[in-house]
């Protein structure tokens, strides 16, 4: 399947990293930039210990010759390292010696790249003329190195190898950074040497998903850093190391702790007798996974400046005693409270030094009397900078106790419900620089006619997503330092008018950045736009606007950021965007009118790096398309959307010139010829989609090449297998793809068997192989892969036993083994093995022996197909259990079903009748299909339990019984087939309670009786769902019912007597059949002889069998013994 088009927020991050620095949690972009500028503050403060110089001297042979061995095993596509000839090693890139003695010793080795990157598993939207990160692995010849005091690799990538121990032999170390540079497996506790370390940090190393990240099996080592102040293990999974808490208070220099995302254990304890780092002044525990109380010893920090607790489930309230931390510059508390009845102590207005308070996410509808206390007496109401109650349940009007903040420059009270006029002392915040009201309920002219006279300090101002009628001022074109502006979702068809002055004024100056999306604009581009002639990015995506892209927009040269998309522009793509040469990003997808050729020029635009013309009919040859990749355009792009465009043809050869590419998307098109080989030159791609085209050949091993891949989706192509001697349907070289989440090969050509070559060290969480010809059995190093989340097989020629191997698969979401030819019985471990397990379907395979009851502790499983195969016995009672199946759609959390980033699960299943493919409300349905088997016995009134089930499908087996009335419990059920069975009684009139049947099939049974009616069972019309019972009557029916059969049988005397009757006949005949030979034999002598003889030969015979065969068996018997 085609994977969406990556949101759009990932771009608009970008530009708007002011406005969301208060929240800086949400987003893991904000944090690798947090985390940079800890690098730098550490950094400057570790490089003031170590006295170094980089003039010419020359330094020790032994050390030059140990950086020598230790470049060669690196790998540096960018040659950074080609300072590395010559003896005066002093002077080499990232060295430094000491200045004590004539020949230096090396104190100093920084190969940090100079480009910081995000976070793995996000694409990394580095400004171009980025270093491409150093690689390979770490010789231990840098031992020789024993005067190194300084050792930076961050932002590097050294593809999940582990630490090495060697680390921790350098007696001298007073620096180590080893973030963001792809180390996994467990910290190595040799580092737990370092004793003269001052500064640590193995942060942010993990690849794209949570099963392959550093780790800690025991964090005792930690205890042996006794000169540590500065700590950084975020993202390190710390489950393990359950002592990590003891162990950090052994270090009493510490200063600063981060365990962001860390997953701390125990999660419910964080005790301690006593507290050793009374000198901390940050202490990061966000996400980390903590549901206990907040700790009492929290509270004795005084020297604390820096606390961030969000993201937490905190159990009870906010400690009163949080106001004895009266040295807090940042405290953030956000969505780390369970449930809405916390009370904010009065205790917080005693924080005289705080600037930057977060309560995100904290139910405050209760608590503004408090707040107003807390704001209007204590110093906080001077100290107080940045303030954000966004999603906080605020309604009405806005808390009149913020007037009181006279110093604040940023607030947000985003996402509550405020819908009244914004008061008049708003203006009081003369130093306001960032406003933040989206998404609340503002309408009509509640903003203010005066806001943009009297808020001239605003720079950020966002009034997005309130009631599309909100009217805007004029004067918010006197806000002459408003940077940023964001106004999407309100209309502004209506405004026209009041738009054009609000950009006359001196606001055109000062704009940088400007949203619009969603914003009702119809017709022409409001040519106003024009005029922000030092605008830097402008989203006009999602409206309505139909005209060509007009000349003048073409000379905003300083726009780095244009988002058209999802619009209806009209017209061919002007060669004029040349003149933008500013452009980083230029999204036009969702235009369907607009027309290829797309420009040849557009490949000059040496700063562009994401490209997205997705359903733009473009109708080109790909191999013409192509010529832009000839520009400067080949070394900046990262990111290309071509899917759903008309393309047709085969690969240009110049696509192996991008070597920057990490998203490429041309799903949805008419490409033909084979995939070439040279796709495994583009080093950096993480996501490939050549999904939907007309693709054949062979799936090329050079795929294998692609080692930062995510996502790999080739389905619905023609692609065969590799004519080799190991027969495999895939190259082997794809289980090396470590990182890779989605490997998708279904519906194409592919024969063989799947390859056994899975390991631990995979990254996939779907892998999907269905619609082959694939034989064979399932490898048993599949289950290997320890996140594998979804499995789908079917539709292929596999064979076998259920097999056992995938009862390591504990990750398992979905299982499709349907339409093959497996044969045996369900294991009972499945239950116990596959705890995770949410859709399961084994249809049309030769499955057999009875349905195990152990299926009804997969807890999760809500969709469960095992029609069409060779089962027997009865339905076991405890079907009744599935617990998923007892729950309704609307008490399900998420609607959508991803995996991985793009990757939406999907299954094919019969519903209603039809076969139908459900991706997007997966999660929604509840459905049990056991049709088509030899099953027996009565229906189990415990399947009336399941209370969310929306279709049952039992139809084509041989169950017996009764319809039990109990099955109007079943309130969702939208689907009933009972067909083809052999049941019988009467239709419960209970079916009429089902208000959401929209299908029902009770024929060819042996159900009697009136039809019943009702308002709902009256709108089945058609009278082919109860055909086959002979024994019915009644509309829609064209058997009338008689007044017999409309009453109750009960025996009759007349029906007594005829039975007498019977039974006396039945007796007399014989009675007198029996005399009558009798009397025969007696009196016809030839008779009597001839019987007595048959007697007699019958008993000879019987006893001559029984003497030689006991004959026999004593013999045998005697043998034995002797």
């Known amino acids: 399947m085609a994977p969406p088009t990556p949101p759009k927020s990932i771009f608009t991050a970008l530009f708007f990293v002011v406005v969301v620095l208060v929240t800086s949690q949400l987003s893991l972009l904000i944090h690798a930039q947090l985390q940079s500028s800890s690098y730098d503050h550490h950094h400057s403060n570790t490089s003031t210990m170590i006295t170094t110089t980089t003039t010419t001297k020359s330094c020790l042979e032994t050390e030059r010759q140990a950086l020598i061995q230790f470049k060669r095993g690196l790998s540096d596509p960018d040659n950074r390292l080609s300072s590395w000839i010559g003896d005066h090693c002093c002077s080499w890139e990232g060295i430094a010696c000491s200045s004590k ?22 694409y990394s939207y580095a400004p171009i003329g980025k270093f491409k990160p150093l690689g390979g692995k770490l010789d231990p010849s840098l031992l020789d190195l024993k005067h190194l005091q300084f050792l930076d690799l961050s932002n590097n990538d050294f593809n999940g190898i582990r630490i090495p121990e060697f680390i921790g032999s350098f007696k001298e170390l007073k620096y180590l950074n080893l973030s963001s540079a792809g180390f996994l497996g467990i910290i190595p506790h040799h580092l737990g040497n370092l004793s003269t370390l001052h500064s640590l940090d193995l942060s942010y190393n993990y690849y794209y998903n949570y099963f392959q990240r550093l780790s800690m099996d025991n964090a005792h080592w930690l205890s042996g850093l006794t000169s540590l102040k500065y700590l950084n293990l975020s993202y390190v999974d710390m489950y393990q190391a359950s002592n990590w808490l003891h162990s950090l208070n052994m270090l009493p220099s510490l200063l600063e702790i981060r365990l962001f995302h860390c997953n701390l254990y125990p999660p419910n304890s964080l005790s301690l007798p006593f507290v050793n780092f009374t000198s901390l002044s940050t202490l990061d525990l966000r996400w980390a996974n903590i549901n206990s109380t907040i700790p009492n010893w929290l509270f004795n920090l005084s020297s604390l400046e820096y606390l961030y607790l969000g993201f937490n489930e905190f159990q009870g309230q906010i400690p009163a005693n949080i106001g004895n931390l009266t040295s807090l510059k940042v405290l953030d508390l956000s969505y780390s409270f369970q449930g809405d009845d916390v009370q904010i102590p009065t205790t917080l207005g005693n924080l005289c030094n705080l600037d930057t308070l977060v309560l995100s996410d904290l139910n405050l509808s209760r608590e503004s009397d408090k707040l107003g206390r807390i704001f209007s007496a204590g110093c906080l109401k001077h100290s107080l900078v940045e303030l954000d109650l966004s999603y906080t349940s605020l309604d009405g009007s806005l808390p009149e106790w913020l007037k009181n903040l006279t110093n604040l420059k940023s607030l947000d009270l985003s996402d509550n419900k405020i819908n009244t006029t914004l008061p008049s002392w708003l203006y ?86 400007l949203s619009l999306a969603r914003s009702y604009l119809q017709g022409d581009m409001p040519d106003w736009i024009g005029g922000l002639k030092n605008l830097e990015m402008l989203d006009l995506s999602s409206n309505q606007i139909n005209s060509t892209l007009p000349p003048w927009l073409f000379n905003l040269t300083t726009i780095s950021y244009l988002e058209l998309s999802d619009n209806d522009f009209q017209g061919s793509i002007p060669s004029l965007f040349e003149n933008m040469i500013s452009l980083e990003i230029l999204y036009l997808g969702g235009n369907s009118h607009l027309e290829g050729p797309i420009p040849v020029t557009l490949g000059n635009l040496c700063k562009l790096r994401f490209l997205q013309l997705n359903s733009i009919n473009i109708s080109q040859n790909f191999h013409d398309f192509g010529n832009i990749f000839s520009g400067c355009i080949r070394n900046s792009l990262q990111g290309l959307y071509l899917s759903n465009t008309s ?35 583009l080093s950096s791609l993480h996501h490939l989609n050549l999904s939907n085209n007309q693709l054949s050949g062979a799936i090329p091993k050079s795929l294998g090449q692609l080692s930062y891949l995510t996502y790999l989706d080739l389905e619905h192509n023609n692609l065969e297998s590799l004519s080799t001697e190991d027969h495999l349907a895939i190259p082997f070289t794809l289980c090396t793809l470590r990182y890779t989440e989605v490997l998708d090969f279904s519906w194409n050509h592919l024969s063989g068997g799947l390859p056994n070559c899975w390991s631990n060290d995979s990254g996939f969480l779907v892998l999907d192989f269905s619609n082959n010809n694939i034989s064979g059995g399932i490898p048993n190093s599949v289950c290997s892969i320890d996140g594998l989340e979804s499995l789908h097989l079917s539709n292929n020629n596999l064979s076998g036993v259920f097999p056992t191997s995938l009862r390591k698969c504990k990750h398992l979401v979905t299982l499709d083994l349907s339409h093959n030819n497996f044969h045996g019985s369900i294991p009972h471990w499945i239950g116990e093995s596959l705890p995770n397990l949410e859709i399961l379907n084994l249809k049309s395979n030769k499955f057999s022996s009875y349905l195990p009851p152990q299926l009804s502790t997969l807890a999760r499983v809500h969709i469960l ?81 399941l209370s969310g089930l929306q279709s049952l499908n039992l139809s084509g087996n041989h169950l017996t019984g009764e319809i039990t009335s109990k099955i109007g419990k079943l309130h969702e059920l939208e689907s009933l087939d009972l067909s083809r069975n052999n049941i019988a009684g009467a239709i419960p009139s209970s079916l009429d309670s089902l208000d959401s049947l929209g299908r029902l099939n009770l024929s060819h049974n042996n159900l ?24 019915l009557c009644g509309p829609p029916l064209l058997v009338n019912c008689s007044e017999e059969k409309l009453e109750p049988q009960t025996p009759s005397s007349d029906g007594q007597e ?65």
Not at 115 to 120: H, S, T
Not at 429 to 437: D, P, V
Not at 1008 to 1031: C, E
């Open 647 to 681: 393309l047709s043809g085969h690969f240009p050869d110049e696509i192996s010139n991008l070597k920057s590419l990490t998203y490429l998307d041309i799903g949805q098109n008419s490409l033909s010829g084979s995939i070439p080989t040279t796709i495994g030159s």
């Open 1008 to 1031: 009697s009786g009136k039809i019943p009616s009702g308002k709902h069972l009256d709108t089945f019309n058609d009278p082919s769902i109860y055909i086959g019972n002979y024994n």
């Open 101 to 122: 003695f004539m020949t230096g010793h090396v104190v100093k080795l920084d190969l940090h790249n100079p480009q910081i990157f995000p976070v793995y598993g996000f």
């Open 428 to 513: 009081k915040l003369g130093r306001m620089e960032n406003l933040n009201l989206r998404s609340n309920a503002l309408q009509g002219r509640d903003i203010p006619a005066n806001i943009g006279d009297f808020m001239s300090s605003l720079k950020i101002l966002d009034l997005s997503n309130n009631d599309p009628g909100l009217s805007l001022p004029t004067t918010l074109g006197n806000l002459c330092k408003l940077q940023e502006l964001s106004l999407s979702g309100l209309n502004l068809s209506k405004e026209a008018a009041t738009i054009k002055q609000i950009f006359s004024g001196c606001i055109l100056q000062s704009l940088r950045k």
């Open 865 to 945: 197909d095992l029609s069409h195969n060779n089962f027997t016995g009865s339905i076991p009672k405890k079907f009744g259990n599935f617990n998923a199946m007892k729950i309704s759609n609307g008490e399900r959390g998420s609607l959508y079903s991803y995996i991985g980033d793009y990757y939406m699960e999907n299954v094919l299943f019969v519903t209603k009748g039809k076969e139908q493919k459900f991706e997007r409300i997966l999660r929604l349905i509840n459905v049990m299909d056991l049709s088509y088997n030899s099953l027996c016995g009565s229906i189990p009134e415990e399947l009336t339990d």
């Open 1058 to 1122: 005829k039975d007498v009757w019977l039974y006396l006949g039945i007796g007399s005949g014989f009675v007198t059949g029996l005399w009558s030979v009798f009397v025969i034999m007696l009196f016809k002598k030839t008779w009597r002889v001839a019987y007595f003889r048959c007697l007699d030969d019958i008993y000879d015979r019987v006893y001559v069998l029984v003497v030689v065969n006991f004959t026999r068996f004593k013999r045998k018997f005697q043998k034995q013994e002797n």
